[in-house]
């Protein structure tokens, strides 16, 4: 069965300074990859997704993700962390053929710190 | 656009009563889904419709029933609510289930069931 893996509950970054989220997939096949943001309180919203081609893409907000086929990985990229991104990121994946049911990671939460 | 709505946005339940989660999209998609996000698990899938007029069963789904009202509307009921219910419950809907369809997400219902 697929999964997704989000190996940090947490994760506490200065303003200004980069970040990276990390997130590790198992599946049968390459499969459609997403990344959702949710602020508190909040529904998700949808930050970038990677279904084919170029394995640098970039979303909503300034953040980009790139699919390592080797090492089963999208991990989540921002140069320049401001303090409005402090949020719980989740990484998702979906089968590329057939019906899409997202599969979500448990997620990682940013804490941004002045 | 209002984009997704659920109703209510809190509720609070003693063990053994039941209640309808209501939600409504303006999108015109065809696919729409039930999540339940629990601590350190991230979301998963309870049920989902495909088209009006179908239903299935996603990862956690018992417990629970669904309706697909019509196009727009897709209700979640707990006929007898028990603790582990306690929950944030989304709903989202996308064009399709195909090819990657972006989800689009609902600002989700707080339930307690005491």
């Known amino acids: 069965a697929q999964s997704v893996t989000q190996p940090d509950i947490h994760i506490t970054v200065s303003e200004g300074a980069s970040l990276e989220l990390r997130c590790n997939y198992s599946?049968?096949?390459?499969?459609?990859l997403f990344w959702y943001v949710q602020s508190p309180g909040q529904g998700l919203q949808l930050l970038l997704k990677y279904f084919s081609g170029d394995t640098l893409v970039q979303g909503i907000k300034g953040f980009e993700a790139e699919f390592k086929r080797s090492q089963s990985s999208f991990n989540l990229r921002k140069p320049s962390v401001h303090w409005s991104d402090a949020a719980e990121y989740f990484c998702?994946?979906?089968?590329?053929?057939?019906?899409?049911?997202?599969?979500f990671g448990t997620g990682t939460r940013l804490l941004v710190s002045p | 656009n209002a984009g997704v709505t659920q109703t209510p946005k809190f509720q609070v339940l003693k063990t053994g009563q039941s209640m309808t989660l209501q939600c409504a999209q303006d999108m015109n998609h065809n696919s729409m889904y039930w999540y339940r996000q629990d601590p350190g698990m991230g979301l998963r899938l309870i049920y989902y419709s495909a088209s009006e007029g179908t239903t299935d069963k996603g990862e956690v789904p018992n417990g629970y029933n669904v309706s697909r009202l019509n196009k727009r509307e897709f209700s979640l009921r707990l006929e007898s609510a028990a603790p582990s219910q306690t929950s944030v419950y989304f709903c989202?809907?996308?064009?399709?289930?195909?090819?990657?369809?972006?989800?689009?997400f609902g600002p989700g219902t707080r339930l307690t069931v005491l």
């Open positions: 599946y049968g096949a390459t499969p459609y």
């Open positions: 989202a809907s996308s064009e399709d289930g195909s090819w990657g369809n972006e989800q689009f």
């Open positions: 998702a994946v979906a089968p590329a053929t057939g019906f899409q049911k997202l599969v």
